[in-house]
């Protein structure tokens, strides 16, 4: 199932954002605010391991039990976009292949409740901020326990999902590691205030996917390694405005899409910096392509 976020919410959010105080939380779409307390009733976890890859755990946050986490293997936490759940993007494309394919168990948050369509802004933005801080109780818990150590949590985030990684780290008691962020959310996070985005300092290392920059996502760099793939072209490989007679963001989910294939794949994404925007514009990336390559996605170089 792939959940779709429409071409109009940008337009709705903008009607919506000026009346939301005066037309309450419910009208008309049954957009809803949610409360302050972790554990919530609309925020999941469900733990997924590769010999149970079509069952999952419903986790309690507040009482982790060691043995569902055996073998000890890291762990990657998957966090849904807009108008999504734990089993749209990024679970879509990663779950299984990372289950598959790596010593890994994946947990898959699911706060679909506080993000549906067309309910963008102000309550999912809004709503985003508490996802973050039960996200935090759940990794704290993780390694107050001793079930992990914080360098074997990995979290990644597509759109929506990216930025309540990024507002993880303003609450967990201990520095995270890592934060992938697929395309993060551009609308309502465009803000020099970096404590209500994600950037790379919240995590010891942030790598980014950008595949919709200039329209879901955002061009600016978000990380400690950002990467552009097709930057130079209006659509992604395989992409139309169009698709099924729909208005699509298919730019947008590129990213996840890139991402599990960087796990599986043989070849990878090398990539290479192409120094400064103006350089880029100008096409005049190729000069820097004598300099170190790195692998874009999963295995990506920290160097």
Request: charged share 20%.
């Amino acid at each position: 199932m792939r959940c779709e976020i429409h071409f109009y919410y940008i337009i709705f959010s903008i009607i919506t954002s000026a009346t939301a105080g005066k037309i309450g939380t419910g009208f008309p779409f049954d957009c809803i605010y949610a409360n302050e307390e972790c554990p919530n009733e609309h925020i999941k976890f469900w733990l997924y391991k590769n010999e149970t890859n079509h069952e999952s755990l419903l986790l309690n946050p507040l009482n982790l039990t060691a043995a569902n986490f055996e073998p000890r293997w890291p762990l990657k936490i998957l966090i849904h976009g807009f108008n999504g759940n734990r089993f749209a993007s990024p679970n879509l494309e990663t779950r299984a292949i990372l289950l598959r394919t790596q010593p890994v168990h994946v947990i898959s948050a699911d706060y679909s409740r506080l993000s549906r369509f067309p309910c963008y802004y102000p309550w999912a933005v809004r709503n985003a901020h508490v996802v973050a801080r039960c996200l935090a109780q759940l990794v704290d818990n993780l390694i107050e326990s001793g079930i992990y150590s914080e360098r074997d949590i990995h979290l990644i985030g597509f759109s929506l999902g990216a930025q309540i990684a990024g507002l993880t780290a303003n609450s967990v008691r201990q520095p995270l590691h890592r934060i992938t962020g697929l395309d993060p959310a551009g609308p309502a996070f465009v803000t020099q205030n970096l404590r209500d985005k994600l950037d790379a300092s919240d995590a010891e290392f942030v790598d980014v996917i950008h595949t919709d920059p200039f329209f879901y996502s955002t061009l600016e760099r978000s990380g400690h390694a950002d990467f552009y793939p097709n930057l130079e072209q209006f659509f992604q490989p395989g992409c139309n405005l169009v698709q099924d007679g729909r208005i699509r963001n298919c730019n947008h989910f590129r990213a996840p899409a890139y991402y599990a294939e960087s796990i599986g794949s043989e070849r990878g994404f090398w990539s290479y910096q192409c120094g400064e925007w103006f350089q880029f514009v100008m096409q005049q990336c190729r000069q820097y392509a004598h300099v170190p390559h790195t692998q874009m996605g999963y295995f990506v170089s920290r160097k």
